[in-house]
């Protein structure tokens, strides 16, 4: 049997219920798990051996910092028109354009290898960057387009998950192939495994997923969408979604800023693991806390309660996680801190496309996703100013203390929120 027979037949084959639930709705989603994972890939590749690639290529360290930095800077501009571009050409060639610019200019960076060749390598990462919000806009999406009302956070949840496997592996694997194979062969290496990862999952992208099932698996998904455009502003008349927005803006913006400099923030010694370690650890609390809590929110079908435990373990892990000197603590709370604030993000993706039904879940996936980027890079820009005039770093707690203040501001707005059931009937 020939592979498009085998979809055929496969997608074909419904779960009885009030909707179909079709059981291809897990070969679509394995497949945009392994996207999601990838564009993460890519961003970080160089992320943790930044002295070791700043040699290699030849350039001054802050221009490897600038190859992720870029992802950050572009998701702000290109947002929107992949919100646009997810809701007029659907799911499947709407974030296949991100899947493709991914795949394509992942796997031509080991062209810069060659020389090597800083500034080509710039330019594919740029290209890279532009595809990420194609595939990182459309989780919930896939969610609302395939699976059922009981599982679409769940599922937006595992693809959320594959993002933090996707950064835990670039975290992880880099450093221990420099320390095992030297400089050279590890960057040469480590651009050919990803780039070649890169490649084949676009293809079996192109070949496996399909854009929607024969017929709605939920009652969100049978209805009319509005246009991306026409539906941004009205988003912003609904208080719940201003107050979500101000709590990931507060949430995924801390999440963001703090991951991204976490030797800067404890200042350990050059070359000592632990802040790597307290990455990863957060990472890998993220992703078991994300299967979970998504699942149990789809389970109660509530979604503010775990919005409000992740803001208040963000008002007490944070500030736990940097005024204990102890590593083994550290390395308890750093788990927790990712469990609890992690796993939040696809349930607060999940209920503002619930929230803002019957407009395109791309669009409120986008919002959300956009403001994290901003509020990330102003809170990453006060952690890097701080360090840069107080190089001792006795002033940085300033910083911790605010972004704890923050999550306390964002536990009183959550207390406002109505809960789903109070949209069930719309």
Known sequence: MDVNSKVSNDIDAPIDSEYKAYKYRWVVLIFFMLVGAVTQLVWVTYGTIIDESAGFFAVDELLIVLLALIFLVIYIPVNFLACWVIDKFGLKWGTGIGVILTGVFGFLRVFALMGPNYWLLFVFQ?????GQPFVLNSFTKLASAWFPQSEKTMASGLGTMSMFIGVLIAFL???????????????????WGFGIVALVSMVLYLIFVRNKPPTPPNAYADKTKALAVEGTRSMFKKKD?????????IGAGAFNAISAVLDVIFDYPIGEPQPGIIGALIIGGGTVGALLFSTLSDHFQKRKPFLIMALVAGAILLPMLYFIQSDPARFAISFFLGFFLVSALPVGLTYAAEITHPLPEETSNGIMMWIGQISGIVLLACIMVTDIFNPSGSLMFINIIVIAVLFVVGIVLSIFLKDLDAYAKT
Do not use: E, R, S
């Open 173 to 191: 694997v880099p450093p221990l192939v420099v320390k095992n194979q030297g400089v050279d062969y590890a960057i040469t290496w480590i651009t």
């Open 241 to 249: 979604f201003n107050l979500l927005f101000v709590i990931i803006l």
């Open 126 to 130: 740029v290209m890279c960057a532009i």
